[in-house]
């Protein structure tokens, strides 16, 4: 099969910037990472891209904006030569069977003078899926080779995992719950900081363990798989009146809650967990983990993976994948009623 040097572009929910990967793959079991780079946001611009979330305010001035800051990613990576991008955009707003990602695949392409895949939720929502999570397939062409049943854990704003069995199709994902998203919001309004770095506020904290225990109370978790979540589907849960160390252990102690309320609906036990995206850094978050899990918890790194740049990668996978007519979604990991192919190609001009 045809190898691919394919860029991957992603900005997750927490609003810190742009992962670029360039990957080269055959869209199935080959995979070989390449260079990686984030870019951060500006606080003038990731003030805009927060105010347009749930679809307000100016989106198309956003949207164009987002785009010309996605090439300006792309040509910072100097990655040669290069087939195509993966341009995940923005998600502004997923309730399904609504999802809108912003981000302008034509003028990417125009931009950047490289084919674009963009797109890549529409089809499965069309298919009766949630249109997320859709990293799974890249985790498992990863985990070929590794001891399973596993776990690959993502914590970026929202968090989600995938569950990788013994069989070539034993596979499950979904949306645990809140990752990283309230617990930055609470160090913006509370402290002025983007978010809790090393979990170093949380750890002087005291978890409210009833606040805990009425967020576990929601019905989305006693949900069966796979189902989804917006970055905000929590935000009721903010702890008011707590103060700001207090505030912030107990957002974790959910997000590590939530989590590990997640292993219930596994086939089978996972040997090992695997974290990847921001949360990773956390080890105020982890170490929540660690004492909630049974099995082993840790970075991607410890396997040889790029964290900071596995969901960027993934997002190139997933064009590879796209203009072969392969599936980027299952049954199993969006609730799409078959497997379901995806994203929309714009060739460059």
């Avoid at 397939?137 to 968090?159: D, M």
């Avoid at 019905?219 to 912030?248: M, N």
Wanted: hydrophobic share 45%; glycine share 12%.
């Amino acid at each position: 099969m045809r190898l691919r040097r394919v860029i991957g572009l992603m900005s997750g929910t927490s609003l810190d910037g742009i992962d670029a990967a360039l990957l080269v793959t055959d869209g199935r079991e080959q995979v070989q990472a390449g260079a990686s780079l984030t870019v951060p946001y500006d606080p003038a611009f990731r003030q805009k891209l927060r105010g347009v979330l749930g679809g307000r305010g100016d989106v198309a001035a956003v949207e164009q904006s987002l785009t010309e800051l996605h090439a300006q990613a792309v040509r910072a990576l100097d990655a040669g030569e290069v087939d195509l991008i993966g341009f995940h955009g923005h998600t502004i707003l997923h309730r399904p069977p609504r999802t809108w990602q912003i981000g302008d695949g034509a003028l990417l392409a125009r931009l950047t003078g490289i084919d674009v895949v963009n797109d890549f939720r529409s089809a499965d929502v069309a298919a009766g899926g949630e249109g997320a999570p859709l990293v799974p397939l890249y985790h498992r062409a990863l985990a070929h080779r590794l001891e399973r049943p596993l776990v690959v854990l993502n914590i970026g704003g929202v968090a989600n995992l995938t569950w990788i069995g013994d069989g070539p199709e034993e596979i499950l994902a979904f949306d645990t719950g809140p990752g990283n998203a309230l617990i930055d919001d609470w160090m913006l309004a509370e402290t002025g900081q983007t978010h809790d770095a090393n979990g170093a506020l949380a750890r002087t904290g005291r978890v409210d363990t009833a606040r805990v225990q009425s967020f576990l109370a929601d019905p989305y978790f006693a949900r069966k798989p796979p189902k989804s979540l917006d970055r905000d589907d929590f935000t009721r849960y903010r702890p008011v009146g707590l103060s700001a160390a207090d505030g912030a252990a107990t957002l974790t102690a959910m997000t590590a809650a939530a989590i590990a309320a997640a292993a219930a609906h596994f086939p089978a036990p996972a040997r090992r967990w695997l974290v990847t995206g921001g949360g990773r850094h956390n080890s105020t978050l982890l170490t929540m983990l660690t004492q909630r899990l049974n099995g082993v918890v840790a970075p991607v790194e410890s396997v040889g993976w790029q964290g900071d740049a596995l969901e960027a990668q993934a997002f190139a996978y997933l064009a590879a994948r796209a203009v072969e007519g392969l599936p980027l979604s299952l049954p199993s990991t969006t609730g799409a009623k078959i497997p379901t192919k995806g994203g929309r190609h714009h060739p460059a001009r």
